[in-house]
């Protein structure tokens, strides 16, 4: 890793300042990798086919936002590529793809999220990358993964969110009755699980090159990534040999443990052991619960857990959630089911900062996004800057690394090539949850 300063001149203080990231990716699982990267201080490059990342026209929008001519920028594309610089590089044109390499060659990860094999269609296959840059992190995201990791029979299917959370397992156990049909998770964990697991890959990588200067390859697999979030079902079957399915709200393992009704909403209750059950029973006014044979430990619990339920259940419905809250906050594993409404006007996210907003170009207005959650004492995190316009860092990128008038002038015109909105031309793994 070379020690750079940050692109504007100014430290941000982060905790990856000086690392600098080549991003191929578009979509969500890539861009969501290098944005956890850009919100820890790393210069993330956003290379950008000419008409851009098709989540720029994405919505929704907010009034004003720039129409596709300019790229497009929908509320999608500004949340996950926050803190990011874009240039746009035509990689089917033979000056596109030599800047790319010149580019590579001085940097610390390259991360992309292409089909299997378009990286070696492009030129661009682990020698040839090792040739330019022997320090360099190559992490890529794809549905099954790369060669580095295992060979999958399934290499060239294209995957999605819902693919992922098929075969990985998650939505096998997810439904809202026990053993009934399957149930997608509502945010995009098939993209976002193999971000999260792209980004520390990267990150441990880079730790190891820093140390050995040999660069490495990081080789995700979508599928993989949802799997080693079921963990819970992958011991289960091992033991029991019986496959666990939808679970409903409920746990297999734990009594009362779920989601229950109020008389404005629900609210999540879960009872970890018999010494919360105890606090809970006498909370509600309901202390013989805890020294009955039938209620009074978890086993018994779960084996009279219709009972349990509905005597939690009585008590939870004939109350709101605030009143709920008086009772048990701070008292027991509790908590209301927010809606994204309660989340803009609860005071821990405003405390925490989770909230942040971002200038839209066009609009005079600001779109408030979701911002990191890792936090440091020292080194700072989260949203900096609002996400690039198509090619908005051009010059800026291609002079830092050495390119001159004549260079740039060489590689003509990047954001006109391709009329925006029409289909890009490289297949990228994850899609919109």
């Not at 320090?135 to 029979?153: E, I, T």
């Not at 084996?303 to 009585?314: G, Q």
């Not at 990128?397 to 740039?408: H, N, V």
Request: a negative charge; charged letters at 20%; proline letters at 7%.
């Amino acid at each position: 890793m070379v020690n750079r300063p940050s692109y504007s001149g100014a430290p941000v203080g982060g905790a990856l300042e000086g690392v600098r990231v080549i991003d191929l990716t578009m979509m969500l699982a890539g861009p969501y990798a290098s944005m956890m990267l850009a919100d820890q201080g790393a210069d993330v490059i956003k290379v950008e086919p000419p008409g851009g990342d098709n989540t720029r026209r994405i919505g929704p929008h907010l009034p004003g936002a720039l129409v596709q001519e300019q790229g497009g920028y929908g509320s999608y594309f500004a949340s996950i590529n926050r803190n990011k610089r874009s240039i746009v590089l035509d990689l089917k044109s033979t000056a596109g793809l030599a800047a790319l390499k010149r580019m590579i060659a001085t940097s610390d990860i390259l991360i992309e999220n292409f089909r299997y094999g378009v990286m070696e269609r492009l030129g661009l296959d682990d020698a040839t990358l090792t040739d330019l840059n022997p320090r360099l992190v190559h992490a890529s995201v794809r549905g099954f993964g790369d060669a580095a990791g295992g060979v999958s029979p399934y290499r060239d299917w294209p995957a999605y969110d819902p693919v992922s959370q098929a075969m990985g397992g998650i939505m096998g156990i997810t439904g809202p009755v026990p053993g009934g049909a399957p149930t997608k998770i509502g945010p995009g964990i098939g993209d976002i699980a193999p971000a999260m697991f792209a980004a520390f890959g990267a990150v441990a990588a880079l730790y190891r090159a820093q140390r050995t200067g040999q660069g490495d390859r990081v080789d995700i697999s979508m599928v993989d990534s949802v799997l080693a979030l079921c963990e819970r079902m992958i011991y289960q079957y091992s033991a029991t040999g019986v496959s666990p399915g939808p679970e409903g709200n409920g746990h297999p393992l734990l009594c009362p443990f779920g989601i229950f009704e109020a008389a404005d909403g629900y609210l999540t209750l879960g009872i970890p052991n018999d010494k919360f059950w105890a606090i809970f029973t006498d909370l509600i006014g309901r202390p013989e619960l805890a020294t009955d044979p039938d209620f009074a430990t978890n086993p018994s619990r779960i084996a009279n857990a219709t009972r349990t339920m509905a005597a939690v259940s009585d008590w939870t419905r004939a109350r709101t959630r605030a009143q709920i809250s008086e009772v048990l906050g701070g008292h027991v594993p509790f908590a209301p089911v927010m809606t994204a409404e309660d989340i803009f006007s609860d005071p821990h996210f405003q405390a925490r900062t989770m909230l942040s907003d971002v200038a839209v170009p066009g609009t005079g207005d600001r779109l408030q996004i979701a911002n990191t959650p890792v936090r440091m004492e020292h080194a700072t995190a989260g949203v900096r800057t609002q996400a690039p316009l198509i090619d908005e860092h051009a010059e800026e990128i291609l002079g830092e690394f050495g390119f001159t008038a004549d260079d740039i002038a060489a590689l003509g015109p990047r954001t006109k090539a391709v009329q925006p909105g029409a289909d890009q031309k490289y297949e990228k793994e994850g899609t919109m949850s």
